[in-house]
Protein backbone atom coordinates (compact mmCIF):
# COMPACT_ATOMS: atom_id res chain seq x y z
CA UNK A 1 0.00 0.00 0.00
CA UNK A 2 2.44 2.17 0.91
CA UNK A 3 4.84 1.53 -2.25
CA UNK A 4 1.38 2.17 -4.42
CA UNK A 5 0.95 5.70 -2.71
CA UNK A 6 4.68 6.86 -3.24
CA UNK A 7 4.52 6.01 -6.89
CA UNK A 8 1.19 8.00 -7.16
CA UNK A 9 2.98 11.10 -5.43
CA UNK A 10 5.80 10.52 -7.84
CA UNK A 11 3.40 10.58 -10.57
CA UNK A 12 2.25 13.78 -9.40
CA UNK A 13 5.16 15.83 -8.62
CA UNK A 14 6.54 15.02 -12.27
CA UNK A 15 3.64 16.02 -14.44
CA UNK A 16 3.18 19.21 -12.39
CA UNK A 17 6.98 20.03 -13.19
CA UNK A 18 6.43 19.76 -16.95
CA UNK A 19 6.44 22.59 -19.42
CA UNK A 20 2.31 23.36 -19.97
CA UNK A 21 1.21 23.38 -23.96
CA UNK A 22 -0.45 26.28 -24.74
CA UNK A 23 -4.40 25.28 -25.69
CA UNK A 24 -5.16 25.97 -29.37
CA UNK A 25 -8.40 27.57 -29.32
CA UNK A 26 -9.91 28.57 -32.87
CA UNK A 27 -10.07 32.65 -33.94
CA UNK A 28 -12.71 34.38 -32.43
CA UNK A 29 -13.75 37.97 -31.45
CA UNK A 30 -11.31 37.79 -28.07
CA UNK A 31 -9.20 35.37 -29.50
CA UNK A 32 -8.32 36.91 -33.32
CA UNK A 33 -5.54 34.75 -35.71
CA UNK A 34 -3.28 37.31 -35.94
CA UNK A 35 -0.71 34.76 -36.77
CA UNK A 36 -2.72 33.23 -40.00
CA UNK A 37 -2.81 29.45 -38.71
CA UNK A 38 -6.07 29.08 -40.91
CA UNK A 39 -6.39 30.13 -44.88
CA UNK A 40 -9.27 32.56 -42.95
CA UNK A 41 -8.86 36.09 -43.96
CA UNK A 42 -11.75 37.06 -42.46
CA UNK A 43 -10.86 36.21 -38.85
CA UNK A 44 -7.48 38.16 -38.35
CA UNK A 45 -8.68 40.92 -36.63
CA UNK A 46 -10.60 41.60 -33.03
CA UNK A 47 -14.26 41.75 -33.56
CA UNK A 48 -16.03 44.91 -31.86
CA UNK A 49 -19.30 45.03 -30.57
CA UNK A 50 -21.89 47.46 -31.56
CA UNK A 51 -24.66 48.47 -29.55
CA UNK A 52 -28.17 47.07 -30.22
CA UNK A 53 -31.34 49.35 -30.01
CA UNK A 54 -35.09 47.53 -29.77
CA UNK A 55 -36.45 47.01 -32.99
CA UNK A 56 -40.18 46.76 -33.51
CA UNK A 57 -42.04 44.73 -36.34
CA UNK A 58 -44.84 46.34 -38.44
CA UNK A 59 -47.21 47.04 -41.18
CA UNK A 60 -49.40 44.72 -43.20
CA UNK A 61 -48.62 41.14 -40.47
CA UNK A 62 -50.83 39.89 -38.26
CA UNK A 63 -48.30 39.84 -35.25
CA UNK A 64 -46.69 43.10 -34.92
CA UNK A 65 -43.74 42.80 -31.98
CA UNK A 66 -40.13 43.66 -31.18
CA UNK A 67 -37.64 41.23 -32.35
CA UNK A 68 -36.09 38.82 -29.82
CA UNK A 69 -32.37 38.54 -31.04
CA UNK A 70 -31.93 35.74 -28.84
CA UNK A 71 -33.78 33.42 -30.58
CA UNK A 72 -32.10 34.81 -34.04
CA UNK A 73 -28.77 32.83 -35.27
CA UNK A 74 -25.67 34.86 -35.91
CA UNK A 75 -24.69 35.29 -39.44
CA UNK A 76 -21.30 36.66 -40.89
CA UNK A 77 -20.89 38.73 -44.21
CA UNK A 78 -18.33 40.69 -45.93
CA UNK A 79 -18.44 43.86 -47.50
CA UNK A 80 -16.63 46.95 -48.82
CA UNK A 81 -18.38 49.71 -47.85
CA UNK A 82 -18.47 52.66 -50.89
CA UNK A 83 -20.73 55.33 -50.43
CA UNK A 84 -22.18 58.06 -53.01
CA UNK A 85 -20.84 61.63 -53.41
CA UNK A 86 -22.83 64.27 -54.12
CA UNK A 87 -21.10 64.91 -57.47
CA UNK A 88 -22.05 61.81 -58.75
CA UNK A 89 -18.38 60.08 -57.49
CA UNK A 90 -17.61 57.38 -54.99
CA UNK A 91 -16.04 56.98 -51.83
CA UNK A 92 -14.65 54.21 -50.61
CA UNK A 93 -15.25 53.91 -46.70
CA UNK A 94 -13.43 50.71 -45.64
CA UNK A 95 -13.75 46.86 -45.79
CA UNK A 96 -15.10 44.67 -42.78
CA UNK A 97 -16.82 41.50 -41.79
CA UNK A 98 -20.04 41.85 -39.84
CA UNK A 99 -21.79 39.64 -37.60
CA UNK A 100 -25.63 39.86 -36.93
CA UNK A 101 -28.78 39.07 -37.35
CA UNK A 102 -30.69 38.02 -41.21
CA UNK A 103 -33.79 39.97 -41.92
CA UNK A 104 -34.64 36.39 -43.83
CA UNK A 105 -34.45 35.14 -40.26
CA UNK A 106 -36.44 38.58 -38.72
CA UNK A 107 -39.17 38.15 -40.88
CA UNK A 108 -39.34 34.14 -40.99
CA UNK A 109 -42.01 34.60 -38.88
CA UNK A 110 -44.41 37.20 -38.91
CA UNK A 111 -47.70 36.33 -40.80
CA UNK A 112 -48.19 38.72 -43.62
CA UNK A 113 -51.56 40.25 -44.23
CA UNK A 114 -51.47 41.69 -47.55
CA UNK A 115 -54.05 44.85 -47.59
CA UNK A 116 -54.17 43.29 -52.01
CA UNK A 117 -54.89 40.07 -50.97
CA UNK A 118 -58.11 39.89 -52.62
CA UNK A 119 -57.10 41.18 -55.94
CA UNK A 120 -53.83 39.87 -55.73
CA UNK A 121 -52.53 37.29 -53.24
CA UNK A 122 -49.05 36.91 -54.87
CA UNK A 123 -46.15 38.24 -52.43
CA UNK A 124 -44.00 39.17 -55.12
CA UNK A 125 -45.32 43.02 -54.81
CA UNK A 126 -43.96 43.83 -50.95
CA UNK A 127 -42.29 45.62 -50.21
CA UNK A 128 -40.09 46.58 -46.86
CA UNK A 129 -39.27 49.52 -45.27
CA UNK A 130 -36.32 49.51 -42.17
CA UNK A 131 -35.68 53.23 -40.29
CA UNK A 132 -34.04 54.51 -37.38
CA UNK A 133 -34.19 57.45 -35.06
CA UNK A 134 -32.71 59.60 -37.13
CA UNK A 135 -35.33 59.67 -40.12
CA UNK A 136 -33.23 58.15 -42.63
CA UNK A 137 -35.58 54.99 -44.46
CA UNK A 138 -33.93 52.68 -47.01
CA UNK A 139 -36.40 50.28 -48.54
CA UNK A 140 -36.02 46.18 -49.76
CA UNK A 141 -38.70 44.06 -51.86
CA UNK A 142 -39.76 40.97 -50.45
CA UNK A 143 -37.71 39.58 -53.30
CA UNK A 144 -34.39 40.48 -52.23
CA UNK A 145 -35.03 38.84 -48.92
CA UNK A 146 -36.98 35.61 -50.02
CA UNK A 147 -35.84 34.69 -53.41
CA UNK A 148 -32.54 35.47 -54.59
CA UNK A 149 -29.71 32.78 -55.16
CA UNK A 150 -27.80 33.33 -51.98
CA UNK A 151 -29.80 34.22 -48.83
CA UNK A 152 -28.86 35.37 -45.65
CA UNK A 153 -27.06 38.64 -47.46
CA UNK A 154 -29.04 41.39 -45.42
CA UNK A 155 -28.05 41.50 -41.70
CA UNK A 156 -28.57 43.96 -38.77
CA UNK A 157 -25.22 43.70 -37.13
CA UNK A 158 -23.60 43.77 -33.57
CA UNK A 159 -20.62 43.37 -34.43
CA UNK A 160 -17.76 44.14 -36.65
CA UNK A 161 -14.18 43.28 -38.01
CA UNK A 162 -11.75 45.33 -40.24
CA UNK A 163 -10.38 43.36 -42.90
CA UNK A 164 -7.01 44.83 -42.73
CA UNK A 165 -4.79 44.93 -46.67
CA UNK A 166 -1.19 42.68 -45.58
CA UNK A 167 0.91 45.47 -47.09
CA UNK A 168 -0.34 48.93 -46.15
CA UNK A 169 -1.94 47.45 -42.88
CA UNK A 170 -4.50 50.38 -43.69
CA UNK A 171 -7.23 50.40 -40.27
CA UNK A 172 -10.77 51.40 -41.54
CA UNK A 173 -12.50 53.31 -39.32
CA UNK A 174 -14.94 51.07 -37.37
CA UNK A 175 -18.80 52.29 -36.82
CA UNK A 176 -19.76 52.80 -33.25
CA UNK A 177 -23.50 51.14 -33.19
CA UNK A 178 -25.88 48.39 -34.73
CA UNK A 179 -25.63 48.60 -38.75
CA UNK A 180 -27.92 47.64 -41.43
CA UNK A 181 -25.78 45.94 -43.86
CA UNK A 182 -26.21 45.10 -47.56
CA UNK A 183 -23.70 42.53 -48.92
CA UNK A 184 -25.12 43.00 -52.38
CA UNK A 185 -24.99 46.67 -52.74
CA UNK A 186 -22.27 47.62 -54.99
CA UNK A 187 -22.63 51.53 -53.06
CA UNK A 188 -23.66 50.39 -49.89
CA UNK A 189 -26.21 53.74 -49.21
CA UNK A 190 -28.65 51.26 -47.80
CA UNK A 191 -26.19 50.21 -44.59
CA UNK A 192 -27.73 52.82 -42.19
CA UNK A 193 -27.13 52.79 -38.36
CA UNK A 194 -29.02 51.62 -35.12
CA UNK A 195 -32.25 50.40 -37.20
CA UNK A 196 -35.10 50.70 -35.19
CA UNK A 197 -38.55 49.69 -37.30
CA UNK A 198 -39.73 47.82 -39.90
CA UNK A 199 -42.71 48.20 -41.80
CA UNK A 200 -44.03 45.63 -44.70
CA UNK A 201 -46.10 47.24 -47.00
CA UNK A 202 -47.93 45.73 -50.34
CA UNK A 203 -46.90 48.32 -53.54
CA UNK A 204 -49.59 50.82 -54.09
CA UNK A 205 -49.93 50.18 -57.65
CA UNK A 206 -52.90 48.29 -58.93
CA UNK A 207 -53.49 46.74 -62.50
CA UNK A 208 -56.50 44.87 -63.41
CA UNK A 209 -55.54 41.33 -63.14
CA UNK A 210 -57.19 38.85 -66.03
CA UNK A 211 -55.53 35.40 -65.07
CA UNK A 212 -55.39 32.51 -67.85
CA UNK A 213 -55.22 35.63 -70.57
CA UNK A 214 -54.19 34.18 -74.01
CA UNK A 215 -53.04 35.27 -76.39
CA UNK A 216 -50.95 37.38 -74.29
CA UNK A 217 -48.88 39.87 -76.35
CA UNK A 218 -48.13 43.57 -75.85
CA UNK A 219 -45.98 45.44 -78.50
CA UNK A 220 -44.61 48.09 -76.29
CA UNK A 221 -44.64 48.99 -72.68
CA UNK A 222 -44.89 52.26 -71.06
CA UNK A 223 -43.55 54.71 -68.12
CA UNK A 224 -43.02 58.04 -66.74
CA UNK A 225 -39.14 59.37 -66.69
CA UNK A 226 -38.19 60.82 -63.17
CA UNK A 227 -38.31 63.86 -65.30
CA UNK A 228 -41.94 63.35 -65.85
CA UNK A 229 -41.84 62.86 -69.38
CA UNK A 230 -44.17 60.00 -71.08
CA UNK A 231 -41.88 57.25 -72.40
CA UNK A 232 -43.13 54.06 -74.68
CA UNK A 233 -40.39 51.67 -75.15
CA UNK A 234 -41.20 50.06 -78.43
CA UNK A 235 -37.58 48.83 -79.69
CA UNK A 236 -34.43 48.03 -77.99
CA UNK A 237 -31.79 51.00 -78.52
CA UNK A 238 -29.14 49.50 -80.72
CA UNK A 239 -26.08 50.64 -78.91
CA UNK A 240 -26.96 47.66 -76.28
CA UNK A 241 -25.40 44.89 -76.62
CA UNK A 242 -27.28 41.03 -75.90
CA UNK A 243 -26.24 38.81 -72.59
CA UNK A 244 -27.01 35.08 -72.35
CA UNK A 245 -27.54 33.41 -69.01
CA UNK A 246 -27.44 29.56 -69.41
CA UNK A 247 -30.28 28.92 -66.66
CA UNK A 248 -32.53 26.07 -64.88
CA UNK A 249 -36.18 28.18 -64.79
CA UNK A 250 -37.71 26.95 -61.32
CA UNK A 251 -41.16 28.12 -60.24
CA UNK A 252 -41.81 28.19 -56.21
CA UNK A 253 -45.20 26.76 -57.30
CA UNK A 254 -45.05 25.03 -60.73
CA UNK A 255 -41.61 23.85 -60.33
CA UNK A 256 -38.99 23.46 -63.53
CA UNK A 257 -40.34 25.31 -66.38
CA UNK A 258 -37.40 24.91 -68.80
CA UNK A 259 -33.48 24.55 -68.90
CA UNK A 260 -32.92 26.99 -71.76
CA UNK A 261 -30.65 29.64 -71.84
CA UNK A 262 -32.11 33.68 -72.15
CA UNK A 263 -31.00 35.80 -74.17
CA UNK A 264 -31.79 39.96 -73.75
CA UNK A 265 -30.35 43.44 -72.32
CA UNK A 266 -29.55 44.55 -69.08
CA UNK A 267 -33.08 45.82 -67.87
CA UNK A 268 -30.97 48.71 -65.93
CA UNK A 269 -29.54 50.09 -69.05
CA UNK A 270 -32.52 50.20 -71.44
CA UNK A 271 -33.80 52.18 -68.36
CA UNK A 272 -30.90 54.19 -67.33
CA UNK A 273 -31.36 57.35 -69.20
CA UNK A 274 -34.69 58.22 -67.35
CA UNK A 275 -33.61 57.65 -63.87
CA UNK A 276 -31.13 58.92 -61.83
CA UNK A 277 -28.31 57.62 -59.99
CA UNK A 278 -28.92 59.20 -56.15
CA UNK A 279 -28.85 58.35 -52.51
CA UNK A 280 -32.37 59.04 -52.77
CA UNK A 281 -33.14 56.85 -55.48
CA UNK A 282 -30.65 53.69 -53.80
CA UNK A 283 -32.39 54.20 -50.70
CA UNK A 284 -36.10 54.83 -51.23
CA UNK A 285 -36.59 54.03 -55.16
CA UNK A 286 -39.07 51.45 -56.41
CA UNK A 287 -40.49 50.10 -59.38
CA UNK A 288 -42.93 48.10 -60.09
CA UNK A 289 -43.18 46.03 -63.73
CA UNK A 290 -46.19 44.76 -64.78
CA UNK A 291 -47.52 42.11 -67.87
CA UNK A 292 -50.71 42.84 -69.86
CA UNK A 293 -52.50 40.26 -67.56
CA UNK A 294 -52.19 42.63 -64.43
CA UNK A 295 -49.27 40.22 -62.86
CA UNK A 296 -46.84 42.51 -61.41
CA UNK A 297 -43.34 42.68 -59.26
CA UNK A 298 -41.95 45.16 -57.21
CA UNK A 299 -38.07 45.80 -57.63
CA UNK A 300 -36.02 48.26 -55.54
CA UNK A 301 -33.93 51.09 -57.30
CA UNK A 302 -31.06 49.54 -55.43
CA UNK A 303 -31.87 46.14 -56.72
CA UNK A 304 -31.98 47.44 -60.50
CA UNK A 305 -29.25 49.76 -60.40
CA UNK A 306 -26.15 48.66 -57.80
CA UNK A 307 -25.91 45.14 -58.24
CA UNK A 308 -21.90 44.21 -57.31
CA UNK A 309 -22.67 40.50 -58.40
CA UNK A 310 -23.21 40.80 -62.04
CA UNK A 311 -26.48 39.39 -61.68
CA UNK A 312 -28.48 41.02 -63.61
CA UNK A 313 -32.15 41.57 -64.41
CA UNK A 314 -32.75 40.81 -68.34
CA UNK A 315 -35.13 42.52 -70.36
CA UNK A 316 -35.85 40.55 -73.42
CA UNK A 317 -37.35 41.35 -76.64
CA UNK A 318 -39.01 38.67 -78.47
CA UNK A 319 -41.63 40.67 -81.41
CA UNK A 320 -42.31 37.16 -82.79
CA UNK A 321 -43.61 35.25 -79.58
CA UNK A 322 -47.52 36.04 -80.21
CA UNK A 323 -47.84 34.14 -76.22
CA UNK A 324 -46.05 35.97 -73.65
CA UNK A 325 -44.07 38.62 -75.74
CA UNK A 326 -42.85 41.08 -76.95
CA UNK A 327 -40.92 41.70 -74.13
CA UNK A 328 -40.20 39.98 -71.21
CA UNK A 329 -38.57 40.11 -67.67
CA UNK A 330 -36.05 37.76 -66.28
CA UNK A 331 -34.52 38.06 -62.87
CA UNK A 332 -31.62 36.65 -62.85
CA UNK A 333 -30.19 36.87 -59.63
CA UNK A 334 -33.29 34.99 -58.07
CA UNK A 335 -33.37 31.29 -57.35
CA UNK A 336 -37.68 31.02 -58.23
CA UNK A 337 -39.00 32.22 -61.71
CA UNK A 338 -41.93 34.24 -60.00
CA UNK A 339 -40.29 37.78 -60.61
CA UNK A 340 -40.37 37.22 -64.31
CA UNK A 341 -43.04 38.92 -66.69
CA UNK A 342 -44.46 38.56 -69.22
CA UNK A 343 -45.89 41.19 -72.04
CA UNK A 344 -44.11 43.60 -70.61
CA UNK A 345 -47.02 46.58 -70.26
CA UNK A 346 -46.74 49.10 -67.79
CA UNK A 347 -43.64 50.23 -65.23
CA UNK A 348 -43.94 52.60 -62.28
CA UNK A 349 -41.68 54.44 -60.45
CA UNK A 350 -42.01 56.02 -57.08
CA UNK A 351 -39.72 57.15 -53.97
CA UNK A 352 -40.97 55.67 -50.67
Known sequence: MKKTLFILA??????????????????N???????????????????????????????????????????????????????LNPDGSNKFV?????????????????????????EFPPIIDLYVEISNDNGEK??????????????????????VMRIVPSKT??????????????????LTERNISNPSKIIIRSADATFKVQKGMSPMFSESFRFTSEEGKEVV?????????????????YGRGKGIHSTTPFTGYQLKEVLEPYFNLSKENLQRGLFVFAGLDGYRVALTYAELFNRNDQS????????????????KIFPACDFFSDRAVKALTEVRFEKR
Open 10 to 27: AALIFNACQPKQAEKQPA
Open 29 to 83: QNNPDTSGLTNNFYDNESVNQLPMVALSLEGEIANPSQVDFSKLPIRSVIVKETN
Open 94 to 118: GAYRYDGYSLFDILNSVKLQKKNVV
Open 138 to 159: VIFSWGELYYPNNLHNIIIANA
Open 169 to 186: KDLWPLPETSKLVVVSDL
Open 233 to 249: IKDIPKELNKITYHTIF
Open 312 to 327: EFLLISNPDNKESGCF
